[in-house]
């Protein structure tokens, strides 16, 4: 029994400082559970933020791909273009979009090509001719009923046949007619006698002679 006695004494000695400012909280002694909580809402969150960036994605894509629906002909008839909720199960009608929008790029590349062809050849062809009309002319001197034309343009194969066949037409006799190029340039002289000593017939034979060289 004094045993006893003594060992109560000497717990109730040991105890008798006891207070509870002095023990520390739980959290000091178990902090793992709060950071596990802390990491969990972390990632938690940041799945939502890439739930909401990944829906927004497919959101644009959808849109997107609307826009080329309604600039690409013949894909409006197609089915399930318009799906709002244009999912990855829809790889097939996007894959088809695609491919048409890329096969509509290439035709109209293909006929801009052809628009521009031709337009450098038409513009072409009109400095040709107002080039060829500038540098060409037709001179007359008359004296009695005998002319002398002078004519200069850029080089023309059969010219002189088509200009002997202009005073032929108007029953003009040719009596003399010489032919000379230099470089590009050619120059024919043709000395007729005319039928009609007018200046109206002068004139008529000059235009036509000017319509050659057009």
């Given at each position: 029994?004094?045993?006893?006695?003594?060992i109560?004494?000497?717990f109730?000695t040991?105890?008798?400082?006891y207070?509870?400012s002095?023990?520390?909280?739980?959290?000091?002694?178990c902090?793992?559970s709060?950071?596990?909580?802390?990491?969990?809402?972390?990632?938690?969150?940041?799945?939502?933020?890439d739930?909401?960036?990944?829906?927004l994605?497919?959101?644009?894509?959808a849109?997107?791909?609307?826009?080329?629906?309604?600039?690409?002909?013949?894909?409006c008839?197609?089915?399930?273009l318009?799906?709002?909720?244009?999912?990855?199960?829809h790889?097939?009608?996007?894959?088809?979009i695609?491919?048409?929008t890329?096969?509509y790029?290439?035709?109209l590349?293909?006929?801009?090509?052809?628009?521009?062809?031709?337009?450098?050849?038409?513009?072409?062809?009109?400095?040709?001719?107002?080039?060829t009309?500038q540098?060409?002319?037709?001179?007359?001197?008359?004296?009695?009923n005998?002319?002398?034309?002078?004519?200069e343009t850029v080089?023309?194969?059969?010219?002189?046949v088509?200009?002997?066949?202009?005073?032929?037409?108007?029953?003009?006799?040719?009596?003399?007619?010489?032919?000379?190029?230099?470089e590009?340039?050619l120059?024919?002289?043709?000395t007729a006698?005319l039928?009609?000593?007018?200046?109206d017939?002068?004139q008529?034979?000059?235009?036509d002679?000017?319509?050659?060289?057009?």
């Amino acid at each position: 029994m004094e045993e006893e006695k003594a060992i109560s004494e000497l717990f109730l000695t040991i105890m008798g400082d006891y207070s509870d400012s002095v023990i520390p909280p739980l959290s000091y002694f178990c902090p793992l559970s709060q950071t596990i909580n802390n990491k969990t809402r972390t990632r938690t969150r940041t799945r939502d933020r890439d739930r909401d960036r990944e829906q927004l994605r497919r959101q644009k894509v959808a849109e997107l791909f609307k826009v080329l629906q309604t600039m690409v002909p013949n894909l409006c008839s197609k089915k399930n273009l318009t799906d709002s909720n244009f999912l990855p199960q829809h790889t097939s009608t996007q894959g088809t979009i695609v491919w048409e929008t890329i096969h509509y790029i290439t035709e109209l590349e293909q006929k801009l090509m052809r628009l521009q062809a031709k337009r450098e050849a038409s513009a072409a062809a009109v400095l040709a001719h107002s080039c060829t009309h500038q540098k060409s002319s037709v001179e007359v001197m008359v004296s009695g009923n005998i002319a002398f034309f002078g004519i200069e343009t850029v080089m023309q194969k059969g010219l002189a046949v088509r200009a002997l066949m202009v005073l032929e037409q108007h029953q003009a006799e040719v009596l003399a007619s010489n032919i000379t190029t230099n470089e590009h340039k050619l120059t024919l002289t043709i000395t007729a006698i005319l039928k009609k000593d007018d200046e109206d017939e002068i004139q008529r034979i000059r235009k036509d002679l000017l319509l050659l060289l057009s």
